[in-house]
T-cell receptor, first 112, second 110 residues
């Protein structure tokens, strides 16, 4: 069966520090991968999605970037964190577009 | 791109009553409409979904209806129970990733 791993679960980082969140999927090949952000009490905002290795689509201009160095690995990064980057970050995968997306456990990031 | 509006933002019902959450979407090419439930501090999980070739789908106490012409879809929960309390998200998908609504916090009062 397929599983998705996302880490760390919580993270407290100072303003101006770098960020690296990692997500891996097991049990499937060539998944579509997504990064969403959820601000406190808000909806799920799509940040990036990827349909294959090295293929990244960015949805909103921001202080973040994403990379997909391997088929089942998706990384969210920042060179310098801002206070506004705080939130709940969720990685997700699906087999193709227009199907159910399965979410990782999420990373609660607090920038101080 | 796609824009999904969701109402209400909060909903409080008595146990045993019905709850209805409504969403509208903007992209007429959208053809997949899932609903997710998110409990506090947890990941969103799919509870029901519908495709554009179907008008209604039911799964026990949960049903979803879709009106393609009006571009809106709704979640109906009957005989609500305290464990239904959570945040519910609608979403729409067309040419790219799922676009989510802003969420509805449902509180079922015992």
């Amino acid at each position: 069966s397929q599983t998705i791993h996302q880490w760390p679960a919580t993270l407290v980082q100072p303003v101006g520090s770098p960020l690296s969140l990692e997500c891996t999927v097991e049990g499937t090949s060539n998944p579509n991968l997504y990064w969403y952000r959820q601000a406190a009490g808000r909806g799920l905002q799509l940040l990036f999605y990827s349909v294959g290795i090295g293929q990244i689509s960015s949805e909103v201009p921001q202080n973040l970037s994403a990379s997909r160095p391997q088929d089942r690995q998706f990384i969210l990064s920042s060179k310098k964190l801002l206070l506004s980057d705080s939130g709940f970050y969720l990685c997700a995968w699906s087999t193709v577009m227009n199907t159910e997306a399965f979410f990782g456990q999420g990373t609660r990031l607090t920038v101080v | 791109g796609e824009n999904v509006e969701q109402h209400p933002s909060t909903l409080s019902v008595q146990e045993g009553d019905s709850a209805v959450i409504k969403c509208t979407y903007s992209d007429s090419a959208s053809n997949y409409f899932p609903w997710y439930k998110q409990e506090l501090g947890k990941r969103p999980q799919l509870i029901i979904d519908i495709r554009s070739n179907v008008g209604e789908k039911k799964d026990q106490r949960i049903a979803v209806t879709l009106n393609k012409t009006a571009k809106h879809f709704s979640l109906h929960i009957t005989e609500t129970q305290p464990e239904d309390s959570a945040v519910y998200f609608c979403a729409a998908s067309s040419r790219r990733a799922l676009t989510f609504g802003s969420g509805t916090r449902l509180q079922v009062q015992p």
